[in-house]
T-cell receptor, first 112, second 111 residues
């Protein structure tokens, strides 16, 4: 069974620090990788996607992909209390470009 | 763009009743997804469509669940009869290039 694994947390970091969120996946042929942010009681919101090995930066967010290790991470620099949310990793497995499998999410708490 | 629109936002019904959830995807998106989210099971894909055609319904839990997409701007998810274990938040999402955009969800409570 194709799986996406995340530590449920909570991950607590002080305001201004770097938050590092990690995700592993089971299918070596996976093609596309997404990070969603979900505030309590709200819908998932796409914040980053990455398709190639390496780093991709967008503002305070950096997605890192290592296909050999089947590992994708999200770094949030200068963490703010407004970043406190659950972060969901989603992976499209080989043969299914549009269909993604979501991890259970990591809850991030940024302490002022 | 208005984003993905779902209705109703909240639905409370009694066991055995029929429930219909509605979704309007983002204009121009050719994929539409229905998800269910619970604390226990997280976010689960129920079914998805491409150009109004169902592609994969392997996540639909039982025959009590059915989904249709009669045109590019409208989809429904129906539960008949509903059961208390169907209580969850149901999300609709649409996409064009792989990145999915979610609607606000429908919170369903079956008593």
């Amino acid at each position: 069974q194709k799986e996406v694994e995340q530590n449920s947390g909570p991950l607590s970091v002080p305001e201004g620090a770097i938050a590092s969120l990690n995700c592993t996946y089971s299918d070596r042929g996976s093609q596309s990788f997404f990070w969603y942010r979900q505030y309590s009681g709200k819908s998932p919101e796409l914040i980053m996607f990455i398709y190639s090995n390496g780093d991709k930066e967008d503002g305070r967010f950096t997605a890192q992909l290592n296909k050999a290790s089947q590992y994708v991470s999200l770094l949030i620099r200068d963490s703010q209390p407004s970043d406190s949310a659950t972060y969901l990793c989603a992976v499209s497995f080989s043969g299914g470009y549009q269909k993604v499998t979501f991890g259970t999410g990591t809850k991030l708490q940024v302490i002022p | 763009d208005a984003g993905v629109i779902q209705s109703p936002r909240h639905e409370v019904t009694e066991m055995g009743q029929e429930v219909t959830l509605r979704c309007k995807p983002i204009s121009g998106h050719d994929y539409l997804f229905w998800y269910r989210q619970t604390m226990m099971r997280g976010l689960e894909l129920l079914i998805y469509f491409n150009n109004n055609v169902p592609i994969d319904d392997s996540g639909m839990p039982e025959d009590r669940f059915s989904a249709k997409m009669p045109n590019a701007s409208f989809s429904t998810l129906k539960i008949q009869p509903s059961e208390p274990r169907d209580s969850a938040v149901y999300f609709c999402a649409s996409s064009l290039q792989g990145e999915q955009y979610f609607g606000p969800g429908t919170r369903l409570t079956v008593t």
